[in-house]
């Protein structure tokens, strides 16, 4: 078993960037493969980025796609969601999902350890 621990959340000004970190409370995600998600108040939770384990690609929800950036350290101790050209809109509490396969993915439910989240506020 694996515990995401998410780290980096907090406030910023729209335009700016954030940078989320994961990492595995006593081990690493070798052979896990990774996704954020986010969950806005009165909104469904949903995919922001994934990499998957086997051959580092990654995936991106269409909001983010080329705003945002989900990396992993060569020794898959951490990964990380760099977040550039930040908006109101991506104000939620950001998620660290693990599953044990090759592959990410964008339904929730198919992942198996996630963390406790961390608050992302974004003013206008």
């Known amino acids: 078993q694996v515990q995401p621990v998410e780290r980096g959340g907090g406030l910023v000004q729209a335009g700016g960037s954030l940078r989320l970190s994961c990492a595995a409370s006593g081990r690493t995600f070798s052979r896990y493969s990774m996704g954020w998600f986010r969950q806005a108040p009165g909104k469904e939770r949903e995919f922001v980025a994934g990499i998957s384990w086997g051959d580092g690609s990654t995936d991106y929800a269409d909001s983010v796609k080329g705003r945002f950036t989900i990396s992993r350290d060569s020794a898959k101790i951490a990964v990380y969601l760099q977040m550039d050209s930040l908006r109101p809109e991506d104000t939620a509490v950001y998620y660290c999902?693990?599953?044990?396969?090759?592959?990410?993915?964008?339904?929730?439910?198919?992942?198996?350890?996630w963390g406790q989240g961390t608050q992302v506020t974004v003013s206008s």
């Open positions: 999902l693990a599953r044990n396969g090759r592959s990410t993915s964008q339904n929730y439910g198919e992942y198996d350890f």
